[in-house]
């Protein structure tokens, strides 16, 4: 049983440029969460998919996020024209149905210059 | 709007000792509890669920809940230097799509 992979470990980008994120969630896994983290701070909801279906988005998060699950596996979170404040760890996590706890990935730390 | 609270410390216990770590909830409804540990620049790992008033114990850690008041405590029994981190409460809201609430953590420093 893998756990949940993210793909970059890290990425560093300049300010205005896309970047795209990767996670594959545990196999048997329905549910799968976008979450981001600045120091000092617990986890901040972005989204959540139930197989394909995204049925959740946080109202602070701007157009500038996307996140698709295209066949119900891996997702990805696309942040376009990034800003500063869009530097932080981005966590994945996946549960198996609701109130079931939430598995994380070693998320990806994205620094901006 | 739901809430977790929790104390953000640090706390600070010497080694050998028990680490008593608190949160509180806003949601009376939730259903499901959630201690998760979280080392510096790592990503949090899930030590302990709890779903049911009382006590669950696994090894070091006891978990706590008590509904009425709604808070939910995390014992940890002979502190050791390794378990100093970041711990987080989250609890999981109510309704349909029933999410889970985080807590801003709290520090734990266990002094050899």
């Known amino acids: 049983d893998t756990g949940v992979s993210q793909d970059p470990r890290h990425k560093i980008t300049k300010r205005g440029q896309n970047v795209t994120f990767r996670c594959d969630p545990i196999s048997e896994h329905n549910r799968l969460y976008w979450y981001r983290q600045t120091l000092g701070q617990g986890p901040e909801f972005l989204t959540y998919f139930q197989n394909e279906a995204q049925l959740e988005k946080s109202r602070l998060l701007s157009d500038r996020f996307s996140a698709e699950r295209p066949k119900g596996s891996f997702s990805t979170l696309e942040i376009q024209h990034t800003e500063q404040g869009d530097s932080a760890m981005y966590l994945c996590a996946s549960s198996f149905g609701s109130n079931q706890p939430q598995h994380f990935g070693d998320g990806t730390r994205l620094s901006i210059l | 709007q739901k809430e977790v609270e929790q104390n953000s410390g640090p706390l600070s216990v010497p080694e050998g000792a028990i680490a008593s770590l608190n949160c509180t909830y806003s949601?009376?409804?939730?259903?499901?509890f959630f201690w998760y540990r979280q080392y510096s620049g790592k990503s949090p790992e899930l030590i302990m669920s709890i779903y049911s008033n009382g006590d669950k114990e696994d090894g070091r850690f006891t978990a706590q809940l008590n509904k009425a008041s709604q808070y939910v405590s995390l014992l940890i029994r002979d502190s050791q230097p390794s378990d100093s981190a970041t711990y987080l409460c989250a609890v999981g809201a109510a309704g349909n799509n029933r999410k889970l609430i985080w807590g801003l953590g709290t520090s734990l420093a266990v002094n050899p």
């Open positions: 949601d009376r409804v939730s259903q499901s």
